[in-house]
């Protein structure tokens, strides 16, 4: 089975910086995309930045300019790194792989996958 490991979560000051990373595990043959969403208390889900396996890059608007993404695909690992932290940052952070490949019992799939979430805090 896949699974897909994040950390570099906590508490942070108004200004200060955080790094996240997501590392994937299991029988991989191959990732797409990879990204992070946020989710924060009594809000939907959304999508923070997203990365290609040929390095294509996207990125909420109100992240612009803050966060970088990056990948090791050797690694299938992703990461966040995170400046200039707000308190509207403050939000469980999730990683997902997208069309992970894999082959069970002689047969290929496609498959997507979450992190378990962990906890960004912004204090003011």
């Known amino acids: 089975q896949v699974q897909l490991v994040e950390s570099g979560g906590g508490l942070v000051q108004h200004g200060g910086s955080l790094r996240l990373s997501c590392a994937a595990s299991?029988?991989?043959?191959?990732?797409?995309?990879m990204g992070w969403y946020r989710q924060a208390p009594g809000k939907q889900r959304e999508l923070v930045a997203t990365?290609?396996?040929?390095?294509?890059?996207n990125y909420v608007d109100s992240v612009k300019g803050r966060f970088t993404i990056s990948r090791d695909n050797a690694k299938n690992t992703v990461y966040l790194q995170m400046n200039s932290l707000k308190p509207e940052d403050t939000a469980v952070y999730y990683c997902?792989?997208?069309?992970?490949?894999?082959?069970?019992?002689?047969?290929?799939?496609?498959?997507?996958?979450w992190g378990q979430g962990t906890q960004v805090t912004v204090s003011s």
């Open positions: 299991g029988s991989i043959l191959s990732i797409n995309g």
């Open positions: 997902n792989a997208d069309r992970v490949r894999v082959r069970v019992q002689g047969i290929f799939l496609e498959r997507n996958y």
């Open positions: 990365i290609s396996s040929g390095g294509s890059i």
